[in-house]
Every structure is written in C-alpha cells, then in structure tokens.
C-alpha cells in the first residue's frame, strides 16, 4: 500500500507557542488529505479534510483559526496548532488518498505525531 | 453518517481463529464496509474492505451478510502481533457531502493470549 510520513513523531511545547506538523505522501499523490485528532483511550476524531489549492473543510467544533491546514502540493499537508494550550496534548494523525485507481479514495494513514503541551 | 455497532472488547488464544462482528442495520446501497486496525501509538492501518461479497487477503477475510446488515472479520490464525483495536466503518466513497470521510467508532479492543 502507499506509504503516509508525518513529522515530527513526537513533540513537546511550552504553552501559548505554535506546532507545525507535516504530512507527506512519499510514493502517490494525494488530491485529499485528512486530519484526526485522538485522546487516551478515545478513538480517532476527524478535524478536517483538505483538498491540494483549496481551503479545508472543518468539521462541527474544531476551530479553523485554532487548527491551521495547508495543503500546498500533491504530497503535503501541514496542520499548525496555534497558541497550543495544554488541553491540545494529544495524538494527531493524517491520513492521505488519491483518487486515481487504483486507489480510488481509499485512505493510507501516517504513523502519527504526539503533541505535549507543558 | 451510517453507524456501526461493534463489541467493545474480544479475546482470543495465539493461532486460533477470531471472528470480529459488525452490526450496520443502517447501511445504504453505496456503502462499503472497511476495516482498519489501530496497534498501540501507531495510525490506523487498512485490513480489507467489501461491498456485497466476501472478499480474502493476505490479512483476514470478510464475511458480509446477505442483507449487508452485518459482516464479519476473520483472522484466520491469530498472532501477539495481532492485538490491537479493530474497527469497522462504513463508507462511501462518492457521497458528495462526506468524500470518502471516515469516521471511527469505538472498535473492538482484540487481546490475544499466548
């Protein structure tokens, strides 16, 4: 299957500082690219859905202006989380598909990126 | 979104076979039913997925029901490395307000002993 990278895997900020985390699709190109969030023993939560050159689809209650999406090119998704309190210390994970067979929109998920917030 | 109802936890004994069960009572016509796995701190990874018949990979095998209402998934020989959560989703991939969006229920938490 096609392969979803995503760094960095873990990292540790102070509070009211902005994280970057990148998305990279390394074998395809993905035209959609989507963002999970998922707490301790919670299962994964979509965020938002971003397409290449277009502005992302937030789901109900995520903050677009708190949860930043670029999705500049065919192999990369960037999601920032701005002025990060500690309540966003969790587990963010992207996933990426293409839709082009023989694909057709089946999602391929990154390895995740653990976000601490002191 | 049509939802799926899953045990919350299953075991099963190294190199026995497991039997994962999905109730989808509300399926559409267009839903394909995925499966993913989720091993501890790692993303989801895809297992198998089907719309009316059953389908077999390297993985595990789906059982879909006749009526689509329910399927299962069957690791046929279960491994230590096997152990994780396991959910099943419904999806349809042409739906124009949701685009293939996945959304993940609880899953069943699979414990395999030795």
């Known amino acids: 299957g096609a392969v979803v990278s995503q760094h960095p895997s873990w990292v540790i900020c102070k509070s009211g500082t902005s994280v970057k985390i990148e998305c990279r699709s390394l074998?395809?190109?993905?035209?959609?690219m989507f963002w999970y969030r998922q707490f301790p023993k919670q299962s994964l939560m979509l965020m938002a859905t971003?397409?290449?050159?277009?502005?992302?689809?937030?789901e109900q209650g995520v903050e677009k202006d708190k949860f930043l999406i670029n999705h500049a090119s065919l192999t990369l998704s960037t999601l920032t989380v701005t002025s990060a309190h500690p309540e966003d210390s969790s587990f963010y994970i992207c996933?990426?598909?293409?839709?082009?067979?023989?694909?057709?929109?089946?999602?391929?998920f990154g390895p995740g990126t653990r976000l601490t917030v002191l | 979104d049509a939802k799926t109802t899953q045990p919350n936890s299953m075991e099963s004994n190294e190199e026995e076979p497991v039997h994962l069960p999905c109730n989808h009572s509300?399926?559409?016509?267009?839903?394909?039913i995925h499966w993913y796995r989720q091993l501890p701190s790692q993303g989801p990874e895809y297992v198998i997925h089907?719309?009316?018949s059953n389908v077999n990979n390297r993985m595990a095998s789906l059982a879909i029901a006749e009526d689509r209402k329910s399927s299962t998934l069957i690791l046929h020989r279960a491994t230590l490395r096997d152990a994780a959560v396991y959910y099943c989703?419904?999806?349809?991939?042409?739906?124009?307000?949701?685009?293939?969006?996945?959304?993940f229920g609880r899953g069943t938490q699979l414990t395999v002993w030795p």
């Open positions: 996933s990426a598909s293409s839709s082009s067979p023989p694909d057709n929109n089946e999602q391929f």
């Open positions: 074998d395809f190109q993905a035209t959609t």
């Open positions: 971003s397409n290449e050159g277009s502005k992302a689809t937030y």
């Open positions: 509300t399926i559409s016509g267009t839903d394909y």
């Open positions: 089907g719309l009316t």
């Open positions: 989703i419904l999806r349809d991939p042409d739906r124009g307000s949701t685009l293939g969006r996945l959304y």
